[in-house]
């Protein structure tokens, strides 16, 4: 369950990033949704890798 706390709240910190960038560029807007599902996901995969690494969350495979 703490996996997907951990990725929402990635997600949310990497639309926000997203949004921003999108504003301080002056993108279109098809253009600036891009931008913000693109930082949306990787604040997403970002987080859950430091939470890994961290041993907040165990790894998806056990290594075999």
Known sequence: MREWL???VGGVIG???GILIGEAFEVSRI?????ALSCTV?????AMGIA???GWVKPLSNGA
């Open 42 to 46: 990787g604040g997403a995969g970002l």
């Open 31 to 35: 253009a600036g949704k891009l931008i």
């Open 6 to 8: 951990i990725m929402t």
């Open 52 to 54: 890994t690494m961290a």
């Open 15 to 17: 639309i926000t990033i």
